[in-house]
Every structure is written in C-alpha cells, then in structure tokens.
C-alpha cells in the first residue's frame, strides 16, 4: 500500500510531504464473530470466535485484550486480558475459557452467537516448548486450566507427551478433561471435595508422573501452592519450570506499566510487565503468583 | 488539501496529534506507523533508577481510568543507549520527558540528554520537589518558574513544561512557566484521585492516590487549556482524556495548538491515526484549510445572552 501526505506549505504551494510504502503492522484490533458463548458449568463459560487469520496466529500461553461489551458504561473503560484456550486454525477459530465475576466477563457472558467481539492480540509471550522434550506435566488448578489446554495441545501435536494434573473444589468443576484427554493428554483428577487436592498428595502424584519418563518440562497458572510445588520440583529434577502469571492489566503491550512485578534476576530484584515479558515465566524468576 | 501542520515550542509538527508521556512506547510500532504521529514522546525519566509503585497499580472508575505507576525508570543511559537510537530510525521529532526530585538534577539531566535525536524536553513538573517538603514543583508559581529557568539554563533544546491540574488557579503555574523560559505548556497531567473498594474497605491502588485520566477529565482540563491560552502567550498542548478527532478538535477550539492522546492508546491502540486521518474532512467540513486555524477558534465566549444581560 502506497500513502501519500500533501500538505501546503507557507506560501501556498502543495507539495509532497512524504510517500512511502506502509510497513508491514504485525498487530490489530480484529473483530470475531461469535459461534457459540456457553456455560461449561455454574462458574465457567466457553466462547467460540470465527476470527481473523492475524489473531490465528497465537501460540500456547498467549493472550488477547478483549473489548468486552459494556465497556465505556459505567466503571468499566479497560479492555480485559484473556488467555487463549484453543485455537483451531482449520476453523479459523479462537477459544476462550472463562469465569464471571466482573463488569469485563459479564459483558462476554452477554454475546450471542454472531455477535461481536472486537480483539487484540495475540500478545505476550507464552510458553516454551522444545521439540526434544519427550515428557512434560501441567498442573492447573481452576481457570488456570484455560491456559495450560492449548500447550498440551500443541505439545502432543510435535510428539511430546503430556500428563495434566486438574485440580478443583469439586468434580463438578474440573473442566476439559475430555478436551485434554482428546487431544492425547494422560488426565488426573484431584478435587479439595475427597481430599485428593492436598498438597503432599498432588506432590507424591507429581513425583510418580516424573519417574523415568524422560519428564523435560513442569507448567502450572492458578495458584501459589502450586507454582511453590512446581519450582521445587523444578529444582530438586532440574528440569525446566513454567508458569502462566495474571495481572490487572490496562495497555497488553508493555507500555502502561500497570502489570509489573518483581522477579528474581540471580542475586538482583527485577521489575517486568507480566504483559510484555510475560505472562508465562521461568517459574525459578518468580516471586509469587 | 488541508495543512496539518502546527508549530508548537521550535518545533513545526506535521500534524497535531502525539501521543502523551506514558502512554507510549516502542511496542505501539508493531500496531502503527509511527512516521504518522505528529511528535513522539517518551516516558519520563528520572536520573535515578526507580522500580516505581506497588500493585494495585490500576483500577477504573466511572469514565475513567485511576493509576499510580510512580514513574519507573531505567535512568539515562539506558535512554541514551536504547530509546533515542531506537526512534531515529523514524521522522517525527522526539520529546523526552524528564523528572527530578530538585530544580538542580532537572537541569543537569536537561543537558545529559540534550543530545541529537532529541528534538525538545518535556519537564514533567508534577512531581514532588524534594527541596520543598515533597510539594509539586507545579503546584507552587516560584517553584514553577524557578525550575523551569534552571532547565533552559542547561539545555539549547524547547522546554515543554507539563503541568499538574492540581491548583486552585492554573492560569499563574502558567505564567510562571512563561517567566521561566518555557517555548510551551503541556496542560495537564493526571487529576490526583482515589477509591476505596467498598467489600474489602481498603484502597484501591497499592500508592492510596493515583492519577485520573481518560474521557471523564475532558471538561476539567479543557477549562485549563482555556484559561492557560488566555494567560500566556505560549503555545499550549492540551492533554486529558481525547479518544476521538472531536476530543482534539474541542482542545484546539479551546486554544490548544497540539493534542497528546493518552488512556484510549491502551485501548484502541489505533486511534491516534484513526484521528490523524478524521482531520482533514473535519476540517473540509468547516471550510478551514488549515489545522491551525482551530487553535483558540471558539466563538461566543464574551457575548451574553440579550435576554441574560437584561435580567441581570
């Protein structure tokens, strides 16, 4: 595309103020389409978005601001962060998981099928996967979950295989069991409800999933209890640890510096944007969730 | 075909619109094309390094965003190193804007970046003056225009002098700025606020108090701008809650020559140039070949109303 500016100059003349070629913008505001907005459970719902082959391009760990409806009425101006739960680019899909609970997810639990969403992204980093990692375990407690799903996708889709751990007050709140299990991921489930959530049990389990399996990687999002467990066994097995942060965010792109938080660079306390550095970490650099 | 260009403090911007410190930065150039922008303004820095606020850094409020992000702040080198050498590559001139904790590290850090590159220095004026029991440069006329004098003292670069819509009567911070050598007043930075989340009955940002910006500040500001215009013989930039090109059109009318874009750059992060390219029609529409003749154009501020004027 090819922009001309004119503008005229002191003595009245027009003249050519610059002429150039547009350079290639690798990220926009993208309206979707919705194909389906409905409840998973009392707490979650799942939203299916025909979008535009930009936003296609998110990886694992990634997230887009969302203009939800409602915003510019009342207290809510922001737009709201979201991890990506799925995409499927043979759709021209993009998923997301997520729980009600303010004025941004009240409004995304308004949309109707063929409404619209206006969406920005993919941002951030998301997570590393290395092509020789032959095992890795997700632990995801929560909607924490919406996060980890794309990475077991994507990790069994390049020969990985994935152990996911899913924790929840109750069964009835474990979600994409059948997704994860579907995509080839070996499934646990622990629940607060018989006791299986506790921490020194999800750790034996944690322990039985690593041995001798060639176990190259540990991820988690949603809980301090769990990125605590996650960098010591991170640690204790040396292999890598992952986690997916969240913070209240205004900008997405690392320019606000309202979603900063300190981490441990060695010996030294660094202040990164969970946005633009983030929002998946070195679980090692973290200080807590 | 209209001109956009506008001169503002020494400089001659191809357009208007810039985006306002803070609400910017090198990522935005995966989204737009900078060379667009009328200028380019950094985040301030401040000589020291600074980590900046706790979280909660930010919240909303009705047309509103509140903010206390505390100036974090790599320092010059890293400003010297990094950021200037990363906007040469584009057209606009740059604008650093600076902070310092005395009116002596304003003007030594106003010559440790007066370097090529940098085409002005905004002087963020808002912050506490450490000399002064903590007090805003801005909020104080002799503090005003004495930091401002030592910052022309040290640079050859415009001084842009922002200023703080925390005063009783902004129009003497303006005066003060003009005594002091300013080529130009940015009015405003963020209105002090606060909020307190009813549930937990504690504050809602981690720093108590914070800055209110976005729609909801238009009115307060643009009065400012008003009354700052009719003060000084200064270029004035109006800056506070524009999110479209009739926002920037009311801050030119009002006797702004130039508009900083902040919040909604957070959100449509498009829409500098979405108001970029509304300029001309508007302008078209109005029979006006030039985007300067919007500066100070508001009509029928002295007239009253007959009617009015006889009731009395």
């Known amino acids: 595309m090819k922009m001309v500016d004119h503008l005229v100059d002191d003595k009245g003349e027009t003249r050519m103020l610059r002429e150039l070629a547009a350079p290639a913008l690798p ?105 020789e990692w032959p095992h890795i375990v997700l632990l995801a407690r929560g909607v924490g979950l919406a996060t980890l799903a794309p990475l077991a996708e994507a990790a069994v889709a390049q020969g990985t295989s994935v152990s996911a751990i899913l924790s929840a007050e109750r069964p009835e709140l474990i979600m994409s069991a059948d997704y994860l299990r579907e995509v080839g991921a070996e499934v646990t489930i622990v629940t607060d409800s018989d006791g299986s959530s506790a921490p020194e049990r999800v750790e034996e389990l944690m322990r039985g999933l690593v041995l001798g399996r060639g176990t190259a990687m540990l991820a988690t999002c949603g809980s301090n209890r769990l990125l605590a467990l996650v960098q010591r066994l991170g640690r204790e097995f040396g292999i890598v640890a992952q986690v997916a942060l969240e913070e209240h965010m205004a900008c997405g792109i690392g320019m606000c510096y309202c979603c900063v938080r300190p981490f441990k660079a060695g010996d030294l306390v660094e202040i990164r944007r969970v946005c633009h550095d983030g929002p998946v970490f070195d679980a090692q650099e973290v200080m807590s969730w | 075909m209209v001109d956009l260009s506008v001169r503002v403090g020494g400089l001659t911007l191809a357009n208007p619109i810039m985006p306002g410190s803070g609400t910017f930065a090198d990522t935005m150039a995966q989204v737009i094309d900078f060379n667009r922008l009328g200028a380019l303004v950094t985040k301030t820095i401040t000589p020291d390094v600074r980590h900046g606020n706790p979280q909660p850094r930010v919240t909303e409020v009705a047309g509103a965003m509140l903010s206390s992000i505390g100036i974090p702040s790599k320092g010059p080198e890293y400003y010297l190193e990094e950021v200037v050498p990363f906007y040469a590559s584009y057209r606009p001139p740059l604008v650093a804007s600076i902070s310092a904790g005395t009116a002596d590290a304003f003007g030594v850090l106003a010559a440790r970046i007066s370097v090529p590159g940098i085409a002005a220095i905004e002087a963020n004026i808002s912050c506490p003056n450490l000399e002064e029991n903590g007090r805003a ?37 303006a005066r003060a700025a003009e005594a002091g050598g300013a080529d130009a007043l940015v009015v405003a930075n963020a209105l002090l606020g606060m909020a307190i989340d009813v549930e937990s009955f504690r504050p809602r940002l981690g720093n108590l108090m914070g800055g209110l910006t976005g729609p909801a500040v238009k009115p307060v500001i643009l009065r400012m701008v008003y009354q700052c215009a009719r003060a000084v013989g200064l270029p004035v930039i109006g800056c506070g809650g524009v999110s479209d090109v009739n926002d920037a059109v009311e801050y030119m009318l009002a006797g702004a020559t130039a508009v900083q874009v902040g919040t909604v750059n957070f959100i449509h992060p498009a829409r500098m140039i979405e108001i970029i390219e509304a300029l001309p029609g508007f302008l078209r529409r109005h029979g006006l070949a030039r985007a300067a003749d919007l500066t100070g154009a508001v009509r029928g501020t002295e007239a009253s109303d007959p009617l009015w004027a006889a009731v009395g």
């Not at chain 1, 389906?36 to 009392?42: E, H, K, L, W, Y």
């Not at chain 1, 990634?62 to 990506?84: A, D, N, T, W, Y």
């Not at chain 2, 401002?148 to 415009?158: S, W």
């Open chain 1, 27 to 131: 990220l926009q505001a993208a309206t979707g389409e919705v194909v389906f907005n409905r409840p998973v459970n009392d707490r979650y719902r799942h939203l299916a978005l025909a979008a535009a082959p930009s936003a296609l391009a998110a990886l694992p760990g990634q997230f887009f601001q969302l203009l939800c409806p409602g915003q510019g009425e009342g207290s809510h101006i922001l737009r709201r962060p979201m991890s990506v739960y799925r995409v499927s680019r043979a759709d021209a899909r993009v998923e997301f998981l997520y729980k009600v609970r303010g004025a941004g997810t009240v409004g995304l639990a308004s949309l109707e099928p063929g409404g619209r969403l206006d969406i920005f992204g993919p941002l951030g980093r998301g997570f590393r996967l290395e092509r």
């Open chain 2, 137 to 173: 440069f801005a909020m104080f006329p002799e503090d005003t225009e004495a930091v401002i004098r030592r910052i022309k003292a040290a640079t050859h670069l415009p001084v842009w002098a922002k200023l703080t819509p925390n005063v009783g009567d902004i129009s003497v911070i």
